[in-house]
């Protein structure tokens, strides 16, 4: 077993993303050697959403009419994927309170709403998603970024969107 750990370890320090995704509060590195290994590509999914999906961590839904009825986590998808994240977000719920940044904030407002259960599994859905959104778009975790939807006027353009800017005037005119 000493043998395998050491394995795990040496796997989350040398590749990059594994790497990276272990920043995560609540990702450590068996989570995030797992995930890299067992996903591949992540630009795979179109979204973040889809790849939270396809491992299980999304209500059901029985909406109809209009009404939007939600039901209780679907557990389809891959079930050792969902029960590492799970088991990291309760960590990290547990010991948000230790923390400052936006994500435990959220995790302890939730928790006290909802319950610590349903807080991990809601902080198990959001890991799955910045770990889609750093993998596939190649991004850094950043424990104190806000997202913005873009289009509002709190949006900042990146630099590929001001980047693309102006190829988008030359192409009106």
């Known amino acids: 077993m000493a043998w395998c750990d050491e394995q795990i370890q040496l796997h989350a320090r040398r590749d990059a993303r594994a790497k ?27 979204s973040a959403e889809q790849f939270a999906s396809w491992l299980g961590l999304v209500p059901c839904q029985d909406s109809s009419g209009g009404k939007v009825r939600l039901g209780r986590i679907t557990k389809r998808g891959d079930t050792y994927l969902r029960t590492l994240l799970i ?21 302890l407002r939730l928790k006290e709403r909802s319950g610590w259960q349903k807080a991990a599994v809601a902080l198990a859905s959001k890991h799955a998603r910045i770990v889609w959104a750093m993998l596939a778009r190649g991004r850094a975790f950043d424990a104190t970024h806000v997202s913005v939807m873009p289009g ?22």
């Open 152 to 173: 509002s006027p709190a949006h900042a353009p990146s630099a590929v969107e001001q980047a693309a800017q102006p190829h988008a005037e030359l192409s009106a005119a």
């Open 20 to 46: 990276a995704i272990s920043r995560i509060p609540g990702i450590g590195p068996i989570t995030a050697s797992a995930m890299v290994s067992t996903v591949g590509e992540f630009t795979q999914f179109k």
């Open 87 to 107: 088991q990291g977000a309760k960590s990290a719920v547990m010991s948000a309170d230790k923390r400052d940044d936006p994500i435990s904030q959220w995790a």
